[in-house]
């Protein structure tokens, strides 16, 4: 009965108009896009400034700005699609060999276990994988922190928004699954960041956030070309030869200005790779498979709806599944309380003597108690199942945290010296970057570093400035490289 419902009614109606809305920075954009004979109308599109986080602000407040924006640009869609700040997703890379898909969905969940700094029930996974030869494949594990989502719902709704769909923008603007993806380093210019994102083999390779890339001067945000291209370049190295080879091309999405600016340097830089530089300023004829209005603006809100009115899935999905009330309600019935209950009470319309009344009344008692009981139970033995299966993938040495404690110990108190990022690769690989007020203290700080257990090989990579100077450098941690388990 159950599957019958299911094929029923799980059915969704077909969607017509959406809203689409990315979150960058401290900026909102989005395009109402509406289908209709095969061909996607623009209704409205906007772009605005938040003056309230939606993850540290009241959510009763910021929706009421974002209320104040739709209606101030004459929204009145309800159904929004929403791309998800990168900077808010946590990836991780791993080979997969030829395997079963429910043992390769168990290595995945395995990996990330491992791999996250943090328990995976507080996450929200969605992966990606790349075809590689001999039935290999590379995935790259995308996770967004559940509370982010959960506070992100939480503002929607008090916007009078209902959410259809979570996803990121950089992968709306270039869609892994297409063919002409393929061998693709998609750079989407935002505005505190830069999007990174390769495209090989049906799938997402590599997916960052480059903060560092992009910095505001004078009002004014401005490309950090060096960094840009030693975090592209240190991206592809990390990648499997095969993969690395298979990229020929980069595309380039943002301002004209800034997109131009990066497209110049990244020629420059990346002459000698054979990289062709393109920079994305309008969509292709059959981009979306539908019409498209005259000059549409490239943008991840508009790409975002736009595929999802064509039904083209999202390459990440985040939204936690929402149930239908008809399946709510068959999954209460289908839990046996129900019929738990009304046996008992047939049982003591049934019975009329006083030593089976009796014999009922206790059955009744311990089987209340057993009710009780039973879910807690449940939980004990779910989690020892999970302490059995995953107790010889776990790692005691909290390696994250044990190079962030060093690293405290060696900064100086006094704030002379601060760190801005701080990013570990392979679990030993360290880069660390920030402020320090002048030289001398910059240098004695990295003297107690070199000092320090467990540090070897620090080298400082890069200074800027004088008095304050920012700075970069590397080392690394322990003897080895990650997890052997």
């Not at 898909?101 to 995945?108: E, F, I, N, T």
């Not at 494949?137 to 719902?153: N, W």
């Not at 505190?192 to 390779?205: F, K, P």
């Amino acid at each position: 009965m159950k599957k019958i419902l299911k094929l029923s009614f799980a059915k969704r109606k077909r969607l017509t108009s959406l809203l689409g809305l990315a979150l960058d920075g401290g900026r909102l954009q989005g395009a109402v896009l509406r289908r209709a004979n095969g061909a996607l109308q623009c209704r409205q599109s906007f772009s605005a400034a938040l003056a309230l986080d939606p993850l540290t602000a009241a959510p009763e407040l910021v929706g009421r700005e974002i209320r104040n924006h739709l209606d101030a640009a004459g929204v009145r869609e309800r159904r929004c699609v929403v791309a998800l700040p990168l900077k808010w997703a946590l990836t991780l890379g791993a080979e997969l060999p030829r395997l079963e898909a429910a043992d390769a969905a168990s290595l995945l969940q395995l990996e990330a276990e491992r791999g996250f700094p943090c328990d995976v029930a507080t996450l929200r996974l969605a992966d990606s994988r790349c075809a590689l030869s001999e039935g290999k494949q590379h995935a790259t594990l995308v996770a967004i922190p559940a509370g982010h989502v959960a506070a992100l719902e939480k503002v929607l709704a008090a916007a009078k928004l209902k959410p259809v769909g979570f996803s990121l923008g950089v992968a709306a603007l270039q869609p892994p699954a297409a063919e002409t993806s393929n061998g693709v380093l998609a750079l989407a210019v935002g505005e505190s960041h830069v999007a990174l994102q390769i495209t090989c083999g049906g799938g997402v390779a590599a997916l960052r956030a480059l903060e560092s890339a992009v910095e505001t001067e004078g009002g004014r945000r401005a490309l950090q070309a060096d960094v840009l291209s030693r975090e592209t370049r240190i991206t592809l190295g990390q990648l499997p030869a095969e993969l690395r080879a298979a990229v020929r091309r980069v595309r380039i999405f943002g301002p004209d200005d800034l997109a131009r600016q990066l497209a110049d340097e990244m020629e420059l830089r990346f002459e000698p790779a054979s990289l062709g530089v393109e920079v994305v300023s309008t969509y292709a004829a059959n981009e979306f498979g539908a019409q498209l209005p005259p000059e549409a603006p490239v943008s991840a809100a508009f790409s975002l709806v736009a595929r999802r009115l064509m039904e083209q899935p999202p390459a990440f999905e985040f939204l936690p599944p929402k149930p239908t009330p008809l399946e709510q309600l068959v999954a209460r019935c289908s839990s046996g309380k129900l019929q738990s209950a009304g046996a008992a009470a047939a049982a003591v319309l049934v019975i009329a003597g006083g030593i089976f009344l009796f014999q009922q009344w206790q059955l009744s008692r311990l089987q209340s108690q057993w009710t009780r009981m039973s879910a807690r139970a449940g939980q004990l033995e779910a989690v020892q199942d999970q302490i059995q299966q995953y107790q010889p993938w776990f790692d005691h040495s909290f390696r994250a945290l044990s190079i962030l404690r060093q690293l405290t110990r060696v900064f100086p108190e006094d704030g002379a010296v601060t760190a801005r990022t701080v990013e570990i690769h392979d679990g030993n690989q360290v880069t660390c970057s920030g402020m320090a007020s002048d030289n001398a203290a910059l240098l004695q700080t990295l003297a107690r570093l070199r000092a320090a257990e467990g540090v070897r090989g620090v080298k400082l990579d890069q200074i800027r400035g004088k008095a304050p100077m920012q700075f970069s450098f590397d080392f690394q941690w322990g003897n080895g490289g990650g997890d052997e388990n």
